[in-house]
C-alpha cells in the first residue's frame, strides 16, 4: 500500500470512528433542540388540550404535536390533555378523522367508531374525498389507508 492511498484508509477509518462515537454518544447539541422543542409545545398548548396554528386547522396542529411528544418520549401530561381534545371535538372530514385515528390508535385509544365511519365514508369508486359526497382524492385516501394500517388501529387476523 502506498503512502496516498494508506493516507485515504486511514481518514476513512477516523471519520468511521467519530461518526461512531456521535452514535453512541448521541450527535453533538443533540438533547438540547429536543428539550427547547418539548417545552415550547408544553407551553404553547391551550386549556383545551389543542395547538393552534395559522397555518392549518387545529385537529391537524394537535395530532402533529402530539406524534412529536409521542416520538421523543415526552411531555405525558400534555399528550394526556391532546387525547381529550381529539376525542370531545367534533369530527369535521376525513382528514380530520384520519389524522384523529393515527393519533389516538398510537396512544392506546379506542378508535373502533372513528374507523368503522371512516371505511363507511370511502367513495364507491375507491379511495376517499375530504368529505363523502366529494370525489376520492390522494391526500385523504393516503390519510384514510394510513390511519387504517396504523398497528394499533389496523383490525387483527386470528
Given amino acids: 500500500m502506498n503512502a496516498f492511498s494508506s493516507r485515504i484508509w486511514s481518514h476513512r477509518i477516523a471519520g468511521c470512528l467519530i ?19 418539548v417545552a415550547y409545545l408544553a407551553g404553547s398548548q391551550q386549556a383545551d388540550g389543542s395547538w393552534e396554528s395559522s397555518e392549518v386547522r387545529r385537529v391537524y396542529a394537535t395530532t402533529e404535536a402530539l406524534r412529536a411528544l409521542r416520538t421523543v418520549g415526552q411531555a405525558p ?29 398510537a ?19 375507491g379511495g376517499w374525498g375530504l368529505t363523502p359526497g366529494f370525489v376520492a ?9 394510513s390511519a387504517l394500517t396504523s398497528p394499533r388501529s389496523a383490525p387483527r387476523c386470528s
Fill in 19 to 37: 461518526g461512531l462515537g456521535w452514535l453512541l454518544a448521541g450527535a453533538p447539541g443533540s438533547a438540547q433542540p429536543i428539550a427547547s422543542g
Fill in 137 to 145: 382524492e390522494p391526500l385523504d385516501t393516503a390519510l384514510a389507508l
Fill in 107 to 125: 396512544e392506546g385509544r379506542n378508535v373502533s367508531s372513528l374507523l368503522a365511519t371512516l371505511v363507511a365514508d370511502a367513495h364507491p369508486g
Fill in 77 to 105: 401530561g400534555s399528550r394526556g390533555t391532546a387525547v381529550g381534545f381529539l376525542e370531545a371535538a367534533p369530527v369535521e372530514d376525513s382528514d380530520d378523522r384520519a389524522r384523529r385515528i393515527a393519533g389516538l390508535a
